[in-house]
């Protein structure tokens, strides 16, 4: 029996039943698949900056890999630690750009939608597509690299946590407002963007790269007639074949 560990590049467990549920769902039935979320980073509710973020996250590698994990995948769409973590370990390690790459590359040119929202101190939001151009060109798909859009999405406002006092629980307040804000903007904005890319950015498939919105793209799925390829799932379904390639299957 395969076994996935999909790591959650976050301080507290906010993701992890979100991210479990689409993973089981995609994954076939004898692959078993554990998500962990990484306890030594600041609790918050975003993806903090890779100097804070990589130590605790190549230990998790690390551990992985001494469990006998035949796969190991960071679920955050800019592939935090990956090139690292392939060279700390040998089961193999992959990120949902890379899997998305290898995936849209059987399709032909495509392009991504990634979130357009305002990073703040020591966080690790993109505030361009500077990235995905380099992960592009790091993974040898630039050439086949269309357009790439923000789906604008609304920060919630400090006050939304400033009368609390946990930590915990602000993070909790705040991921539940950015997990609302990120739906609205997927289901309101996503559909018109993905129609441009695919009209005027001639994209051959779209990837939207922010595991937040995997499991809820079916309304761009229903605008535009290319595949639409979703984070988590693409990324544990290529997880298995790195896997059963791992184990000679």
Known sequence: MPRILVISPSGTDLHNEHD???????????????????????????????????????????????????????????DPGVREAKALVPTPVTGPFEAAS??????????????????????????????????????????????????????PADEVTSTLHDQETQAR?????????????????????AEHLWRNGEAQAIFVACTFWSGQLGSIRDTVPIPIIDPVKTLVRYAEVLAAASLGN
Do not use: K
Request: glycine share 8%; hydrophobic share 45%; aromatic share 6%.
């Open 173 to 193: 307040v705040t991921g539940g407002q950015v997990r609302e804000n990120m739906t609205a903007a997927i289901h309101g904005q996503g559909p018109a963007i």
């Open 102 to 155: 290898r995936v849209a590359a059987a399709f032909g040119r495509f392009s991504v939608m990634y979130p357009g929202v305002t990073s703040g101190p020591g966080e690790n939001l993109p505030q361009n597509a500077n990235w995905i151009r380099r992960l592009a060109r790091d993974y040898g798909v630039l050439d086949l690299l269309g357009p790439s859009a923000p789906v604008p999405v609304i920060r």
């Open 20 to 78: 479990l549920a689409i993973a089981r769902a995609a994954a076939s039935p004898a692959t078993e698949v554990e998500v962990r979320h990484l306890p030594a980073l600041p609790v918050s509710a975003y993806i903090p900056a890779e100097d804070v973020l990589l130590s605790p996250l190549l230990a998790a590698v690390r551990r992985g890999h001494e469990e006998g994990f035949d796969a190991i995948a960071i679920a955050c769409a800019s």
